[in-house]
């Protein structure tokens, strides 16, 4: 298997200087405010095919080549820099790692003594030179060699001090980005603004730093990853900075009150040896889609300064450090059609059907557009070039449209007047449309998710014999099920006394479940299976969680100032159906729980957060799993084979752990089964404990015995 993406070699010398046009073009867009009709892979996949027919024709290479030149050739500028600022070459795998390294300590005539690995952050250079410890300019890296002026952002950039600790003058190299939240904030400025938005936080970055008469301003962070003394300037302190490892100019960069990584989860570190460089690049891949800024890669560097001194630049990029390119998140792809559904709970959302596109390992074909006012506000099109990102797990999102690929066939996304499952209108007075019949739209998906395993597990309940009873006009939702009598039963089509006899004792069975289970089943917007487990243990009971306000739904874990009202509404309007369940005799408690201190009827347990958080004092710490995030992984064996995940999560929080789905560095156990995949490479990769479906069972065997409700 190959690391470098696949590329076309241009085929003669026409097609190849069309290649180099375009290369051009793209890459002038792209620094000047992110623009560019290409995604970076696309624009790297073009270079390198630009490369290869340069390699088999070296007397055909044109003057505008983007190849061996900093930024492609794109950008100029008119401030010198003192040393020049270089890009980086590239690796896509470990194999190619490997083969640079090789390269190098040839090059060398010796081993590297120490590898310096930091994150590659997703910005753009810059330039801050300091005069005995003031902030004097800011530079961008241009063409390398020249930048261009954009001291007017000084003040704005979030880790960029206007004085250093020390009065010293040295000039500071690093990344300038936004953050997520930075992104955010000055895309809803924007938006304010003019009514549009930034495509992604890099050329939002870019745009940002370069805007001189902009009516808003939007902060920028700043991350340092080097430090150079003036050429001429021979103190003692400029010797130091020249003869220090790379790892220890960081430090001291960090003292000077300058932003470095260090205090971030993907901090630099130095590694001994090329196997615990691959490592850490397998950590910093591994919280890529959590961090709050973005990244691109690992960049890895010889951390003493003789090794640099000696395996010194060409042109474009030092020969002592080296970029290892991570999978892109982020890809331009058609948007081919947007389909309407009507969820369980009858809300209308919209999906993007794409051309399918490799994002972060996987292929994408769908992906989230959230809402109607959304797509206008982006003023999307079928048949528009669209920018997906995706990361991690999170679900794929449409950004936004490349404009300027238009061809003019682009035609207006259908935005459907009535709810496309039953027909009847839609309620568009919030940004979130549903259908006027609310849950009662989609009744059999609602009825069908309470009978579910993981809820309220109604054996031999399926979606057809749902049908026939709704059809039949016997219920019109899951409450109903239980006022159900045995003539009624016998009455239907294909329904014989055994089967009536056997329904009726699993609607029996499932009065008893625990309040988790009830609670899912209810389908409240935002509440998956872990929050509702969550909300039923913090609470105890129903009546409990009824009389919580936002605040006190607060409390619970995971649940936001956003969600916090969400369910509270919710459960107002599932109010009957409540009510229904409780007549009909379904258990309202949660086993084991005890309902929050101060609980008393409408009591807003807000005014006291300590108390609601220690809701079951004294007995969850001395639970086997107190306090642990858990992820349970591959083929159940032993004890846990006849369960399902659901049930291994319950078993998990009944212990008094976390259940969660995915490996990160907080994760304090994974369990791992039979065909574990990722996430055990993963949890490997992390340093986070493993053990089998066994030990785990021994770990937590006096919960196992007891009843899964
Ligand atoms: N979409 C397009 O049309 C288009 C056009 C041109 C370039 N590009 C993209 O830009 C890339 C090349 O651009 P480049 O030369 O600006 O960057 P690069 O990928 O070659 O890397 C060099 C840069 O990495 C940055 N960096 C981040 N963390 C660092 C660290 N810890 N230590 C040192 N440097 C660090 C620095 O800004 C440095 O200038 C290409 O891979 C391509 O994907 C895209
Ligand atoms: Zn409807």
Request: net charge negative.
């Amino acid at each position: 298997m190959t690391e470098t993406p696949p590329f076309t070699t241009p085929a003669d010398a026409t097609a190849y200087a069309k290649a180099v046009r375009l290369a051009v073009d793209s890459a002038a867009a792209y620094y000047a405010d992110g623009t560019s009709t290409l995604d970076d892979d696309a624009y790297d996949r073009l270079v390198r095919g630009i490369a290869a027919y340069e390699e088999e024709h070296p007397d055909e290479v044109l003057p505008d080549s983007p190849t061996g030149k900093v930024a492609g050739g794109a950008v100029v500028g008119d401030v010198p820099h003192t040393v020049p600022m270089l890009s980086l070459d590239n690796v896509f795998g470990p194999e190619q790692l490997a083969d640079w390294a090789a390269s190098l300590e040839r090059r060398l005539g010796r081993p590297v003594t120490a590898w310096s690995v930091e994150p590659k952050l997703d910005g753009l250079a810059i330039s801050a030179r300091y005069r005995r410890g003031r902030l004097a300019q800011l530079v961008t890296r241009g063409d390398g060699i020249a930048g261009e002026d954009v001291s007017h952002a000084i003040g704005t950039v979030v880790g960029l001090p206007d004085r250093l600790a020390e009065p010293v003058t040295v000039e500071l190299r690093g990344e300038v980005m936004m953050t997520t939240t930075q992104f955010e904030e000055a895309c809803a400025k924007r938006r304010a603004h003019d009514g549009t938005t930034f495509a992604n936080p890099r050329s939002a970055a870019a745009g940002t730093l370069r805007a001189q008469d902009r009516p808003y301003v939007c902060e920028l962070t700043f991350f340092g990853y080097g430090a150079l003394p003036r050429p001429d300037d021979d103190s003692a302190q400029a010797a130091r900075l020249r003869e220090l490892p790379h790892s220890q100019v960081m430090e001291w960069v960090a003292a000077q009150g300058v932003q470095t990584t260090a205090a971030t989860p993907v901090a630099g570190i130095v590694a001994g040896t090329l196997e615990r460089v691959q490592e850490r690049v397998g950590e910093i891949a591994a919280v890529r889609a959590e961090l709050p800024f973005g990244i691109d890669g690992i960049v890895i560097k010889c951390d003493l300064a003789a090794d640099q001194a000696q395996a010194g630049f060409s042109s474009r990029a030092p020969r002592w450090a080296v970029a290892y390119k991570l999978p892109a998140t982020e890809k331009i792809t058609k948007l081919l059609a947007v389909e309407w559904n009507t969820g369980r709970t009858g809300v209308i959302a919209p999906r993007a059907v794409l051309q399918p596109v490799e994002l972060d390992g996987s292929l994408v074909t769908y992906a989230t557009l959230h809402n109607a006012s959304d797509i206008a506000r982006r003023g999307l099109m079928i048949g528009d070039s669209v920018t997906v990102y995706k990361a991690g797990d999170v679900i794929p999102r449409v950004e936004a449209p490349v404009v300027h690929l238009r061809t003019g066939d682009e035609r207006p996304i259908d935005i459907p007047q009535v709810c496309p499952s039953c027909g009847d209108a839609i309620d568009a007075s919030q940004e979130r449309w549903r259908c006027v019949r609310g849950r009662a739209c989609r009744a059999i998906a609602s009825i069908v998710y309470a009978a579910g395993r993981d809820q309220l597990d109604i054996e031999g309940l399926a979606e057809n014999r749902i049908r026939q009873l709704l059809d039949a006009g016997l219920i019109a939702d899951f409450a109903d099920l239980f006022f159900l009598t045995r003539e009624q039963l016998l009455g239907l089509e294909r329904m014989g006394a055994t089967s009536t006899d056997n329904l009726l004792a699993a609607l029996d069975r499932a009065k008893g479940r625990p309040l988790s289970r009830v609670f899912c089943a209810l389908g409240v917007r935002g509440t998956g299976r872990s929050m509702s487990r969550r909300i039923a243990r913090h609470f105890a009971t129903m009546d409990a969680i009824r009389a919580a306000d936002p605040d006190a739904i607060q409390q619970v874990d995971g649940i936001g100032p956003e969600k916090a009202p969400v369910v509270v509404d919710e459960l107002a309007e599932l109010a009957p159906l409540i009510d229904k369940l409780i007549r009909a005799g379904v258990n309202m408690t949660e086993p084991g729980a005890t309902p929050p201190t101060g609980e008393a009827g409408k009591t807003a347990a807000g005014e006291q957060p300590g108390d609601a958080q220690a809701a079951d004092p004294g007995t969850t710490a001395a639970l086997p799993l107190a306090s642990m995030s858990v992820v349970v992984t591959g083929t159940m064996t032993g004890p846990l084979a006849a369960l399902s995940r659901n049930e291994v999560n319950e078993l998990i929080e009944r212990a008094g752990g976390k259940a969660s789905s995915s490996v990160s560095a907080r994760t304090s156990l994974l369990v791992a089964g039979g065909k574990a995949g990722s996430k055990h490479t993963k949890a490997q990769q992390l340093g986070v404990p493993i053990t089998t479906p066994e030990e785990f069972a021994a770990l937590v065997a006096p919960l196992l015995e007891s009843p899964l409700g």
